[in-house]
């Protein structure tokens, strides 16, 4: 058996002099402004493993209005998911990331991403695809005031 998830994260630029972004702390004229570290990346791809579980979203599992959750590193969200997929007797089969942002420029960095990413969801680097665009100028990314990412995960029964 084989379950699809999609997921979609938006943060706005605000104070701060760096961004993380699938777990890879990136120099940046601008922070995010968010209740976690705003990592929209991660944020993305719990969405799409928990849509994919049929286990709601991220904010349902980590409310925003928890304090327990202010500034916590995303990559503790993407661990737990990774555990939920497991113990419903699941593996990755493949996950796909779009990152949508004017900057900071998102391939020198892919590479880690793509570690971190694999890493905490137990598997293969070449399962985990990141990949970015600009949105040419056009709308809230377009004009630089924040950044979006989408995922897409395939689920596989182990």
């Known amino acids: 058996m084989m379950r699809i998830g999609q997921g979609i994260d938006v943060h706005a630029f605000g104070p701060g002099d760096h ?10 004229a601008r922070g995010i402004v968010a209740h976690s ?26 409310p925003p209005s ?3 959750w202010r500034g916590v590193d995303s990559r503790v969200f993407l661990r737990h998911c990774a555990t939920l997929l497991r113990e419903r007797g699941y593996t990755i089969g493949n996950a796909d990331i779009s990152i949508v942002c004017e ?13 971190n990413l694999a890493a905490d969801l137990g598997c293969e680097v070449s399962q985990v695809s990141v990949k970015a665009t600009t949105s040419e100028k056009l709308g809230f990314t377009g004009r630089d005031e924040g950044i979006a990412a989408f995922a897409v995960v395939l689920l596989i029964a182990a």
């Open 103 to 115: 900057a900071p420029k998102i391939a020198p960095h892919a590479a880690a991403m793509r570690a």
């Open 37 to 62: 570290d705003g990592d929209v990346v991660i944020h993305a791809l719990c969405d799409a493993i928990l849509g994919a579980l049929a286990l709601g979203d991220i904010g349902q599992h980590f």
């Open 19 to 28: 961004i993380v972004i699938g777990g890879v702390r990136i120099a940046h």
């Open 66 to 68: 928890d304090e327990h």
